[in-house]
C-alpha cells in the first residue's frame, strides 16, 4: 500500500464516539468470609482497554447478579476458575459496543457477555458472548438479563425439561422472590400445576400469593417449613425446584411423593459457609419415594436460549409470566447488590444500573 492510499483505519483506531481514557472497575482484594465487603474489594480506576485484533469494546449498561457470583470469589473451582486477587468480580453483563476490531460485532451492536463489575469490558467472537440486535436504541437490555438470557432460560429448561411439570401436580420452589425463583413458579402455573413458594419475609409470601397468583406461600424464617408443607401439600410434593440447599431442602425431601423430581438449581445457602454444608439427612427418601434428584447449568444449553426465550416472550405477552427488577445504581453499590442476594433484601432480578451508552 503506498503512502498516497494508506490502509483505511481499523474501526479499534476509529470509535463513532470520543471514549474516554480511563474506566472504573471493581476488583477482588481477598477472598471473603461471609457477606462480601469493601474490605474484601476495591473501585479503582484504570486505563481504558486497547484492543488487540478480533476484539471490541463493551460499554456495559446492566450487570446482573446472581449467587454464583459470590461462588465465583471463593477459592474452590467450579464450572468457571475462582476470580483471581486483583482481577475485576465477574458477572453477566449486557450493553453496546463503542469501538470494535473485530468483523463479528459493528458500533451500535447489542450483545451480552461474561464480563466484570467494570464499565467496559473486551469481547469477543467467542462462547461467552451473545449478539442481541444491530444497532438498536429501543432493545431492552434489561429485560434480557431478567428473563430472556440464562435467568429465564435456566427456570424453563429446570422446570419444563427435567422436571418435566404436569398439570395437577404439586410444585414447591425455593427463593420463589428471586430472580430464577419467580420465573421457575410461574412456568409451573402455567403448566396446571399446585405451586407453592418459600421465600424470607411475609411482604414476599404476600406477593407471591396476591400478584404471582401461587397457591400458597411460605416464610422459611418464620414458619415450619415441614408443617406448613403438611397443610399446603397434603398429598407430597411431585416437584421441587431448588435454589437454596440446607435445612429448605432437607424439609422438602421428606414430603417427597412418588417418583418426585427434585431439581437442584442453586444452594444460595451455602455461598457465604467456609466449611461444606452437611449433607441432607432426608436423602434416603429419594429410595423410598422412588425419587429423582438432578443437577444442571443452563450454561449447557447456551446455543438453544433464543428459542426458550421465544416461549417465555409468547407468555409475557399474554399475561401469563411477568419478571420483577430489583435496581441498584453505580458501580459503587456492587457490594450492596451482591449481598442482597443473601440478606432477602431483593424481590426480582437484581441488576447493577450503569451509566448512559456514549453512542
Request: glycine share 8%; aromatic share 8%; with cysteine.
Amino acid at each position: 500500500m503506498s503512502a498516497e492510499n494508506p490502509a483505511p483505519p481499523t474501526p479499534a483506531q476509529t470509535p463513532a464516539v470520543n471514549l474516554p481514557p480511563v474506566m472504573n472497575q471493581v476488583v477482588l482484594l481477598h477472598r471473603p468470609e461471609g457477606l462480601l465487603s469493601w474490605d474484601d474489594v476495591e473501585l479503582v480506576q484504570v486505563p481504558l482497554y486497547e484492543l488487540a485484533e478480533g476484539e471490541a469494546l463493551l460499554h456495559n449498561e446492566v450487570l446482573g447478579v446472581d449467587a454464583t457470583v459470590r461462588s465465583w470469589l471463593s477459592p474452590n473451582k467450579g464450572y468457571l476458575p475462582p476470580v483471581a486477587i486483583g482481577e475485576p468480580v465477574r458477572c453477566s453483563s449486557a450493553g453496546r459496543i463503542v469501538a470494535s476490531n473485530c468483523d463479528a460485532y459493528q458500533v451500535g451492536d447489542v450483545v451480552t457477555t461474561l464480563a466484570g463489575w467494570e464499565e467496559f469490558s473486551i469481547v469477543r467472537d467467542d462462547f461467552f458472548t451473545t449478539h442481541l440486535s444491530a444497532a438498536d436504541p429501543e432493545f431492552d437490555v434489561a429485560a434480557f438479563l431478567a428473563l430472556y438470557g440464562s435467568t429465564g432460560c435456566t427456570a424453563y429448561i429446570g422446570m419444563v425439561e427435567i422436571a418435566k411439570v404436569q398439570p395437577g401436580e404439586t410444585v414447591v420452589v425455593s427463593a420463589a422472590a428471586g430472580a430464577t425463583g419467580t420465573i421457575a413458579a410461574q412456568i409451573a402455573k402455567i403448566a396446571g400445576a399446585n405451586v407453592i413458594g418459600i421465600a424470607g419475609s411475609d411482604a414476599k409470601c404476600d406477593w407471591l400469593v396476591n400478584d404471582l397468583g401461587l397457591d400458597g406461600a411460605i416464610n422459611y424464617k418464620t414458619e415450619d417449613v415441614l408443617g406448613r408443607l403438611r397443610e399446603l401439600a397434603p398429598k407430597r410434593v411431585d416437584v421441587f425446584f431448588d435454589n437454596v440447599g440446607g435445612e429448605v431442602l432437607d424439609a422438602v425431601m421428606a414430603r417427597l411423593a412418588m417418583h418426585a423430581r427434585v431439581v437442584l438449581c442453586g444452594a444460595i445457602s451455602g455461598y457465604n459457609e467456609t466449611t461444606k454444608p452437611a449433607g441432607p439427612a432426608n436423602y434416603l427418601n429419594l429410595i423410598q419415594q422412588r425419587a429423582t434428584m438432578t443437577g444442571f447449568l443452563a450454561i449447557d444449553e447456551v446455543p438453544r436460549f433464543g428459542e426458550i426465550a421465544e416461549h417465555l416472550r409468547a407468555w409475557v405477552e399474554d399475561g401469563r409470566l411477568r419478571y420483577q427488577v430489583h435496581y441498584f445504581d453505580g458501580l459503587e453499590a456492587s457490594v450492596d447488590a451482591l449481598n442482597a442476594m443473601f440478606t432477602g433484601a431483593n424481590t426480582g432480578k437484581i441488576l447493577i444500573r450503569m451509566s448512559d451508552s456514549p453512542i
